[in-house]
């Protein structure tokens, strides 16, 4: 009951990467996705299964960090992080709060 996106930070030689993770639900239902994950929650994971960071409402978080991309979430409810990352693999995972359940869409942007 959860959406798992893997992602590699690369290459192994690279500087850190700024990433920005957004889980996506409610902002679905304006572009005709049924039945939208109504509150999503997000986490990052490393190659160990590490936890790094998690989010439930993107604005109790780095708002204004996030603000800042341009990328923001279109809905409060939605989760995102922004982080840097080293190079090598990891896992965002997207759950619904409560272990609720629906259609949900995770995005990862490097921002440059």
């Known amino acids: 009951n959860v959406m798992i996106a893997g992602f590699i930070a690369g290459p ?3 500087a ?7 889980g996506l ?3 679905l239902t304006s572009s005709g996705v049924p039945n939208a994950l109504q509150d999503p929650t997000l986490e990052l994971h490393d190659a160990n299964g590490n936890k790094l960071r998690v989010n439930d409402n993107w604005k109790d978080t780095q708002q204004n960090d996030i603000q800042n991309t341009g ?4 809905d409060n409810r ?3 992080i922004l982080t840097d990352v080293a190079p090598g693999n990891y ?3 997207l759950a619904g709060k409560g272990g609720a359940s629906g259609n949900g869409l ?7």
């Open 16 to 22: 850190p990467a700024t990433v920005l993770i957004r």
């Open 25 to 27: 639900g409610p902002s």
């Open 106 to 112: 995770v995005e990862i942007y490097n921002i440059q």
């Open 91 to 93: 896992t965002a995972i």
């Open 12 to 14: 192994q030689n690279a």
């Open 78 to 80: 939605e989760s995102a």
């Open 71 to 74: 990328l923001p979430p279109s």
